[in-house]
């Protein structure tokens, strides 16, 4: 059963810079396959130019899945480095 | 083969080692047809893994010589190359194309390079843009079994060769492997130039030709004293060079004993060596060199490296920092100099003819005078930690100083009212305006110091820009005319018992020492490295004489003439 989570991004620079390295790096700890979904284009999340090349501003909504065998853990932590680097809610 | 050509002595001492060329090499390939598709696909992931090593390498040597800031930007090159879509859509390319590594990474970075300097209005993606270049550089690098220069990897005694060094190259510099440095391009003010005095790296640059006639491994000769190059040099020269190198770290190790003394005349006068500064980093040099006093702290640097305008604790923090260093030793803090070559992305000022003419320093401070106000508070506030004093930059009329000091005196009530602790703060003028010079009797009842500004004040008056090769000739220090007005501002402030400093590169020349001396200036403030070469001459000089030499070089024609007094009376 693939995780699923929406979030609303409220960072002033939205997913550029810094915070798209921590949620990169944060993906990447995992096996699962990790996307990120905006204006209907799918990301891997662990692909730091494919999130760049989304542009996701502040006031977006995205959506991020993790699918495979850590899948709950990724999305833990994935959904804490949003949080804790004021990124989204 | 022997060859020797010239460029432009641009930091002391004589360097002697092999070439390393910082020129980006030959990465251009074919595009060719392949068969073993895993073959190629392994050669990607090898360069990709070489490519981070090499990145790694550099990271940690960048983190080390600049800090964990300034290193960020290689953990997005290791993230590039890390990138599990980059090499899949590489290695995919690969397959379905049947075309060699080289061009299947070439096709994939380009496409990214593209889409992210399509980005326009983002800054930030456009910067990534250079990023991907930067790493495909690398990669293609190692397909192609050429080495990419790296400074930050250098590991044996080199001299640097370039077209031109940047803030980041030099920044990766290691001191202990970099004997020496040799650039096409630049001149004595250029940035790699500074960098290689503060760093004590002998330096020629602005050479046109080093790129072109020196290869990597040649044994290269850098005289920084005179600006002579030898490339591959024979054993008799190479026997003089390594004497003259060694005479001058010898002279050096000598002036070094000097740290802790005081700058005094041979008959027993006193004065202040001081140096030149530009942001709080500069204090260790300063220190290291026995300064008796900061001289000059050009404040500009910290609105030129900030993406806004400085806060009043922003300043502040700066301004205590430098303080506190000092003690009780005077900090001259100069108030901001923008417009003239320097300015600001965030605060656009008008677009003028003539901008060394025009809205600048004191006189944009007294326009906008918030600003103004903003850098008066933090430097009143700083003032409890040490010994600062206040300079106007740029004043030609009294009504200017005047207009300033009044600013400052209702900031400082303001703060003294709010039980603010604040120090014995000194009010001077820069004079760099002839007006000012030639006035000086009227401010010295006003002021509490002068601090002669010299660079600019012989461009005003001799109304030429030394950056201009076609007129540069009329940057004549010793000019009869500039040493006048010079000794009008020393003589008119002792006569009212004020303080004169100078704070141009004229305090540190050794051919003005003796003049300045001799007019009894009472500070000399010059960029950090020559402090102890400066209290070394003054040990040398008599007041007494250097006053007869002083009258006479007053009554010279030229500046020439002028030279050859200095030279006749110190040799």
């Not at chain 2, 995919?92 to 300097?117: G, H, P, R």
């Not at chain 2, 003294?416 to 820069?430: P, R």
Request: charge should be negative; include cysteine; proline fraction near 3%.
């Amino acid at each position: 059963m693939a995780q699923s989570k929406d979030f609303h991004i409220i960072a002033e620079t939205g997913i550029h810079a810094r915070p798209a390295t921590l949620l990169v790096q944060a993906a990447s700890k995992f096996a699962s396959d990790v996307t990120l979904s905006y204006q209907g284009k799918d990301v891997n999340l662990k692909s730091i130019m494919g999130v760049m090349s989304l542009g996701v501003g502040q006031g977006a909504d995205v959506t991020i899945k993790a699918e495979g065998s850590d899948e709950e853990a990724a999305m833990t932590t994935i959904a804490e480095a949003m949080a804790t680097e004021g990124l989204a809610e | 083969m022997t060859k020797n050509f010239k460029g432009i002595a641009a930091s002391n001492g004589v360097a002697i080692a092999k070439a390393y060329l910082l020129v980006d090499p030959d990465l251009s390939f074919e595009k060719t047809t392949i068969t073993n598709v895993a073959a190629e696909q392994a050669r990607v992931d090898d360069a990709l893994k070489a490519s981070s090593n090499d990145v790694q390498l550099i990271k940690a040597k960048a983190t080390e010589n600049l800090g964990a800031a300034e290193a960020e930007v290689f953990e997005a090159h290791l993230m590039v190359l890390a990138d599990p879509e980059m090499s899949g859509a590489i290695k995919q390319k690969i397959e379905d194309d049947k075309i060699n590594a080289e061009q299947a990474v070439k096709e994939v970075t380009d496409m990214y390079i593209s889409m992210f300097d399509a980005m326009t209005d983002n800054e930030y993606m456009q910067e990534r843009a250079a990023d991907i270049r930067d790493v495909t550089k690398r990669i293609l690098s190692h397909l192609l079994q050429v080495s990419l220069p790296n400074p930050a990897l250098i590991n044996e005694e080199v001299v640097l060769v370039s077209k031109d060094l940047t803030p980041s190259d030099t920044a990766q510099l290691d001191r202990q492997f970099v004997k020496g440095i040799l650039t096409d391009l630049g001149g004595r003010t250029a940035h790699a130039s500074i960098m290689a005095r503060t760093l004590e790296i002998p330096a020629v640059v602005g050479s046109d030709q080093a790129t072109s006639e020196v290869s990597n491994g040649d044994i290269v000769i850098v005289d920084g004293l005179t600006g002579d190059v030898v490339v591959n040099p024979d054993a008799d020269t190479l026997a003089t060079y390594q004497k003259k190198s060694a005479d001058f770290l010898a002279q050096r190790a000598e002036w070094a004993k000097l740290k802790d003394e005081k700058s005094v005349s041979a008959d027993g006068k006193e004065f202040i060596v001081g140096a030149n500064i530009g942001a709080p980093k500069d204090m260790q040099a300063v220190l290291d060199n026995g300064s008796e006093g900061v001289g000059l702290y050009r404040t500009e640097f910290l609105y030129m490296e900030s993406d806004h305008l400085p806060t009043e604790d922003e300043q502040f923090d700066a301004y205590k920092a430098v303080v506190e260093k000092m003690g009780e030793k005077p900090v001259t803090v100069r108030t901001m100099d923008i417009g003239g070559d320097k300015h600001l992305d965030y605060w656009k000022l008008p677009e003028e003819e003539n901008p060394f003419l025009g809205y600048r320093a004191i006189r944009i401070s007294l326009d906008q005078t918030d600003i103004f106000r903003t850098q008066l508070r933090a430097l009143i506030r700083a003032s409890a930690f040490g010994n600062l004093w206040i300079m106007f930059p740029m004043i030609a009329t009294l009504a200017e100083f005047r207009a300033a000091k009044k600013i400052y005196l209702e900031e400082r009530a303001k703060l003294e009212k709010a039980g603010t602790t604040i120090g014995e703060i000194k009010l001077g003028i820069m004079i760099e305006i002839p007006a000012a010079a030639v006035l000086a009797d009227k401010f010295a009842k006003e002021v509490d110091f002068f601090s002669i500004g010299t660079n600019d004040l012989i461009g005003y008056t001799m109304a030429a820009d030394r950056g201009n090769d076609r007129v540069a000739y009329l940057y004549q220090p010793y000019n009869p005319s500039i040493l006048r007005l010079i000794n009008t501002v020393i003589a008119a402030a002792h006569k009212e018992g004020k303080f004169v400093a100078m704070c141009g590169e004229m305090a540190g020349d050794p051919v003005a020492v003796p003049l300045l001396v001799g007019m009894g200036l009472d500070e000399f403030s010059m960029s950090a490295p020559s402090v102890l070469q400066t209290r070394s001459l003054m040990k040398k000089l008599d007041t007494a004489e250097m006053k007869v030499l002083a009258e006479k070089a007053l009554d010279a024609e030229t500046n020439d003439e002028v030279i050859q007094l200095v030279v006749d009376a110190t040799k």
